[in-house]
């Protein structure tokens, strides 16, 4: 394959993470409302074009993840044109070319984009039956539309692309805007195939890894041993000599990259110069208990939530659950492919977000953002804020330092595991008070967290060049910090709760993880109500369903109790439930898993897990359960034995080794069941299951063991 | 310091101009151009990397180019037909959809191709353990397991090989 055309293919795979958008109602599909994006970018050609080939192009400000958003968007506007899946194509995020749709996150891309294609596409269906009718001069309900082709009476009959011209329509999307009703959906709510899986399967470029140009230069970074630590000693001549191959040393105060022409060139003279420099020790790390040092540290207090009064005397419950710091570890170490030429700027990168970091590079260059184009290409799975963007801006300085030239910048498995951002380490105190009938009367709750995004959302002090390039480490911007209470609030039917969560800023680096605060905030709260049951005398499963009014979560959890009523349960395993709606307002997921252990809890095995979930109306149902089993997975590996560690110099968690995953022989049988309701928003699901399938997986040792363990991973010791 | 090394890939003799303690994968993706093996660590303990060498699944990363000699080299892209048609292991992977973002499939698919190869009709035991030198971070190892499984059979002991004998 060529590189144009992988540059093309690059933007244009495939489905499933997340489904949102406004209501509408079966029989009248005229949609009130725009969706965000289309309110933001509202004409038709900044979505789609109409291609001479016969396809249809279509632009999303979102990439492609992993989480088959490709194929969805596709679906969507393949539906509301009458387009064969064969005839679109998409373009991924790219400043140049693309809606900036803002980050690629939150399980939002569905609610987002893929909704402002289909109604940018009703729309430019619409327009384009006009114009044949108008063209024709014949009624707009005696036209056809179907595979890019219009017909109309006496056997008429005209291509998109001649019915234009060579013209885009430009028009904006108005209100009110018909849509396909859903009775005559033909991809919509199918398992359409993911096209991209075809591509991998036979070896064609698919990442930014896979990126080729020619005179292409690789480089790699020698970084410090410890956060904050300083180049102390660095002698470029030595190094020049010592070391064969190297085209160019680049520093700047603490940042020193090589650039060489050949790709292992590179990767030898990374270790070499490593033993030739010598640094500063840097900000020391804590040792001993990581959960007793973060509850040390000063924090700031933000009241969440209170309702209701705490006045009852009933006894309160307790109990206090804690979380580690998990990484994201991506498969694929980040990687940037960078190029300065002729006062322009062009990098491509796996980034989650190619508009905001390109406004954070024109502040950390002091470039002005029309010099600088960010392609987005897929990278490995990020499931957060990874060294994605950190690896662009690594690349950006190289290639300004190296005009002329593609630079790719790849970093070893060490870089990704030792500098990528963490999920935060969380502690969960929770107390609550039963009232008659053994329902919850009252409920208090306390977090402390650091923040759960440090995104680099136009503050350079957010990535790891700039910090290196500064005399001095800066404290990074601690963004959005509502993010370490989603799902703080109990999706029960409560009267007085009260919720108030601190703040401290942790020793490591830390942003954006799958699901945020939820995963944790679940995980107390579902093991929460499992205590609680006990003590209510009451099992899980009614419990749950005491405290709920809310239709679609009790049609979960009932599948699900349904899903595994006749599954036995040997001596020494058990069975544990979790439910969650996802931020309180996207996809219901109800999870249970088999474990199987002993009494100490020193040995663990998830047999095998099931989910149900309602996303509202499914675009793709395979999509959705390839991203609730994936879910279930790795929530079970990070549940089970995940957690960095570090000792007073830096991270020690830096290969698989010293982090261990779930490989093959520990991954769990899954088992997930949509329901579908085709008449609601799409809601988003990518991260729904995280937070359910950890306290399902906590719950059923306690079953298994009689030991309830609060305090994650759940095999303490493991983890290297 | 570069050598003129013989290298049998994918059923085709190949002269590459290289350094011989470079690894084989560096080799692979940057002299021959092919994108199936990845870089995942350069420790051989993730499998983004694997080839079958003389048949058997194997990481790239680690591999001095010099020590590969006469072995016969597989990736990925040596499994399909020259017509196009995939392998079976590849068909099954894309009828059970067995990825997320893809990154581990190489070493994923390589490793049930010599799986299948030594044990054509495997329990899931078998798979597990055949598999586990490849890691995955998206979660999909039950969609891969279904996937070996529709390999697996797909086909009769014997067809489970690849095209370059």
Redesign the interface.
Known sequence: MHRRQFLRAAGCVTIGFTMGGPVFSYGSPVQQQLPGSLRNHPRINAWLEILDTGQVRIFTGKLE????IRTAIAQVAAEELDLDMQQVEVVLADTSRTPNEGYTSGSASVENSAMSVRYASAYARRKLLELAAEKWNVPIDQLHMNNGIITGPGNRSISFADLLQGRQLSDEVKLPVTLKSKEQYRWVGKPV??D???R????????V??L?FPGMVHARMVRPPAYGAQLRTFNEQEALKKI?GILKIVRKENFLGIITA????A?KAQRALQSLVTWTEGTPLPEGNVTQYIKSLPASTEKVLQKGSMDGTAPWITATYSKPYIMH?????SCAVAIYDKDQLHIWSHTQGVFPLRRTLSRMLNMPEEKIQITGV????C?GHNGADDAAADAAVLALEYPGKHVRL?W??EEEHGWEPYGSAMIMELAAQLGPGGKISAWKYNLWSDTHSTRPAGAPQNLLAYQYMQQTPQQPERGFTAGAYRNAEPYYDIDNVTIQAHFFNGPVRVSALRGLGAYANIFAIESFMDELAAKAGTDPFTFRLMHLTDERARAVLEKLRDMIKDVPTAPGTGIGIGFSCYKNAASYCAVAALVKTNKAVTDLTVQKMWAVIDAGETINP?GLK??T??????S??WTVQEQVRFNKQHITSV???SYP?????Q????EVAVIDRPNESVLGAGEAAQGPAAAAIANAVYKASGKRIRDLPLLRGQGG | MNNALQLLVNGKMHTVQSAPDTPLLYVLRNELQLNGPKYGCGLQQCGACMVLLNGKAQPSCMLPVAAVNDQEVVTLEGLAKDTGTLHPVQAAFVEAQAAQCGYCLNGMVMSAVALLAAHPHPDDETIRNGMQQALCRCGSYSRIMKAVKIAAAAKPANAIKTDHP
């Open positions: 993840l992993g989480q088959g195939l993911r991209d899986i075809g991998m399967v036979r070896g064609e470029p698919v990442y890894q896979d080729r064969p050949n790709e292992y060139e990767v570890a991506s498969m694929g170490p897929p990278g490995s799975g499931y790849q070893s498995r395979d390839n991203q089993e994936g879910g279930m997975i790795q079970a590996s290969n698989w080794n995953i779930f490989r093959f022989p991954a769990p049988e899954t």
